[in-house]
């Protein structure tokens, strides 16, 4: 098997500055949203097991229904790696639309409007790198690993639409 | 079901509930969804509940 190196050097690299990347948002991310930990109170845990419990099997199913419609239609619509990232990105915003509209989503004492900047923030950069390359997302009708990005950017700033409309009703429930 | 008696114990104390939830440490949602019986709290948040009304458990959580 002719295993090309510099590709894998390559590989390794971009995938050790990705790393290095989020450890420093999360970081900063903690910074901005609040000091000290991220505490939950008894009720958010509890919503939180329950939307964690909703987002694997959605997970579960989007990969069963996927592995099922591959074999059954034979058709082609994604690559692999689209596939599987498709299926991350929908359990993740289950998770997400779930805790945020049980008030799970945001720690006790801490600030929303710094989440919101850093959802908006990485949402917007994820788009950017997905239009950037002036690759297209379709090839021969399936939808490559180009689109991953810009995907993961609308799932993004759909999180922090979601976190908006839920302060704003917060807001608008404090002040009655 | 709904526990009125810990809402109105909470404004006989004037307290907001996110007052109330600042003093025993959760959130305001949580305060709320107490009080409109969608969430049973655990034992310990109830006589920390208590504590910051001044209250016994019987007279907040027992139902009659």
Known sequence: MNVNLPYLAGLACGLLVVGIACF???????????????????????????????????????????????????????????????????????????????????????????????????????????????????????????????????????????LLIKILIEKRAEQQ | MKNLRLKSARAAMDLSQQQLADAVGVSRQTINAIEMGDYNPSVRLCIAICRALGKTLDELFWEA
Not at chain 1, 42 to 50: A, K, M, T
Not at chain 1, 93 to 103: E, P, R, S, Y
């Open chain 1, 24 to 162: 420093v948002v999360f970081k900063l991310a903690k910074k901005i949203t609040g000091k000290g930990r991220r505490e939950y109170d008894e009720r958010q845990q509890l919503c939180q097991g329950r939307a964690y419990k909703a987002a694997y099997y959605t997970l579960i199913g989007y990969l069963c229904f996927a592995g099922v419609f591959d074999l059954s239609t034979g058709i082609k619509w994604c690559d692999q790696f689209t596939s599987l990232m498709l299926g991350m990105f929908l359990s993740v915003g289950v998770f997400a639309v779930m805790c945020i509209f049980t008030d799970a989503y945001m720690p006790l004492h801490f600030k929303p409007t710094g989440t919101l900047i850093i959802l908006t923030g990485l949402g917007i950069m994820n788009i950017g790198i997905g239009l950037v390359n002036h690759a297209p997302f379709i090839e021969n009708g399936i939808l490559t690993y180009r689109s991953i990005n810009f995907l993961a950017g609308i799932t993004l700033i759909f999180v922090a639409l979601l």
